[in-house]
């Protein structure tokens, strides 16, 4: 039966593979001269009128006790779902780190937005208020303002170091190191604006309305929409692909839109009961999704692990591993046991570290440390936070950190003393990974740079 529908929704659906464009915007001065801005440092567009009521095509925006949103995991082999009352659910590999259950609500929760390691994420309130959990920092909030619309969905930047959210009438909030791109919130919109997805450079972020017309800003692409098709119920959300060339659509009915490079796996129209769809999440590989139902229910499309109501998934072989708790093939003054060191003042368990100094002799290349890995080809990302050691010497050394797959250049940066970075690094069809740093300027050998890969995690 199950196939039967999926086979008509892929019908029904098909339509939507020819260019159709209600309208494509791209940011411009004249989008970011609509804007306005406090002194905490939110940016956010000017009201636009909405042409119906909003209750009417945003169901998740209810007074209703259910589920609002969900969000996925960093490896897409799991995902949080947060209800209107704040009470957070996993599901597969995500863990919980708290919720707003037991708060005093000014608003209804209606977002959860994940740190880029899967270790905190952030609940947004309908009136804009941020709540931070886990390794979440908060940044902002407009808890405190008079909203002209109600927020309704919040994504995190690559670092996780800020994020935007948007308001039913488009205008985009932006917090820490999230850019202001443009909105649409001084435009008269047919449908108010339901949901939000950013790329993955964070350089661009879509909008789309509840008759599925998408709004693009920065460097997010255009790849269609429905915003010229009639449709059986709104759309009530937004997934994109990994390699933000494609997005899903999904209507409260469960049906599925496709366009770029996401994959039509199937939908839920007749699988749930309509009106009831609030969400979307995709699997790490874009080759499956989850939709997701106001009463908790889950239906499970592609290779998106079945599950059913709260019970725990199956079909997933998780098995994530720190690179401290295995052992290199290969290595040269690289510390490759579990270790803790302290990185911009913030303490990192399960490290590995390479040691550097210079000696001035070009036969003795003691400025360079490496550390080599067999994956096997079965992880996905590597996870991770690169700097150096707090009591590295002197202050201004500075070493070049670089990530190798089967000695190809995933990843480099120049890093110094006091900074940190945080990575999500695709490590997907790899067999050896290689940690390298070289030492570029600083220490001697008396005194030594001590480079952290903190809490260095490999996962499916």
């Not at 129209?269 to 997701?292: E, H, K, L, N």
Request: charged residues 15%.
């Amino acid at each position: 039966m199950r196939n039967m529908r999926a086979s008509l929704a892929r019908t029904l659906a098909m339509g939507i593979l020819a260019p159709l464009m209600l309208m494509i915007c791209v940011a411009g001065p004249a989008a970011a001269a609509q804007s306005v801005s406090d002194d905490s440092g939110v940016v956010a567009g000017a009201p636009s009128a909405v042409a119906r009521p909003l209750a009417a095509v945003e169901p998740h925006l209810s007074d209703a006790v259910g589920t609002a949103a969900a969000a996925p995991t960093a490896d897409g082999k799991g995902f949080w779902t947060v209800t209107s009352r704040g009470t957070v659910s996993v599901q597969g590999d995500a863990t919980s780190y708290g919720d707003a259950s037991s708060l005093n609500l000014k608003g209804s929760i209606v977002s959860i937005a994940p740190t880029f390691d899967g270790r905190g994420y952030w609940l947004l309130g309908s009136d804009g208020g941020v709540f931070s959990y886990g390794d979440a920092s908060f940044y902002g909030s407009t808890g405190n303002l008079v909203l002209n619309a109600p927020a309704l969905q919040m994504v995190s930047t690559p670092d996780s170091r800020g994020y935007w959210f948007v308001a039913s009438d488009g205008g985009i909030f932006s917090y820490g190191d999230a850019r202001f791109f443009g909105s649409t919130g001084a435009w008269h919109l047919n449908r108010p604006v339901v949901g939000m997805a950013d790329t993955s450079s964070g350089s661009g972020y879509w909008l789309v309305a509840a008759d599925g017309g998408i709004f693009s800003f920065g460097n997010a692409a255009f790849f269609g929409s429905t915003g010229a098709i009639s449709l059986n119920e709104p759309v009530v959300g937004m997934a994109s692909t990994s390699d933000s060339r494609g997005y899903w659509l999904v209507a409260a009915d469960g049906g599925i839109f496709s366009f770029g490079d996401s994959q039509f796996h199937g939908s839920a129209v007749g699988d749930a009961p309509p009106g009831t769809v609030v969400s979307i999440v995709a699997t790490g590989d874009g080759g499956g999704y989850w939709v997701i139902g106001n009463d908790g229910s889950i239906y499970a499309y592609g290779d998106a692990a079945t599950t059913g109501g709260g019970a725990p998934p199956t079909g997933i072989a998780l098995s994530p591993e720190y690179l401290g708790e295995t052992s290199a093939i290969d290595s040269q003054s690289f510390s490759t046991n579990d270790s803790v060191h302290a990185v911009n003042g913030q303490n990192y368990s399960q490290s590995v570290v390479g040691t550097t100094w210079i000696t001035g002799n070009p036969l003795i290349p003691a400025n360079i440390a490496y550390a080599e890995w067999d994956l096997g080809r079965n992880y996905n990302f590597l996870n991770t936070t690169l700097g150096l050691d707090d009591t590295s010497q002197p202050s201004d050394v500075l070493v070049r950190f670089q990530i190798y797959g089967d000695n190809n250049l995933l990843f480099t940066r120049d890093i110094s003393l006091g900074q940190d970075v945080p990575i999500h690094l695709s490590v997907e069809g790899v067999l050896r990974l290689k940690l390298e740093v070289t030492e570029l300027s600083g220490s001697t050998e008396d005194v030594q740079a001590e480079s952290v890969f903190g809490s260095a995690q490999v996962t499916p």
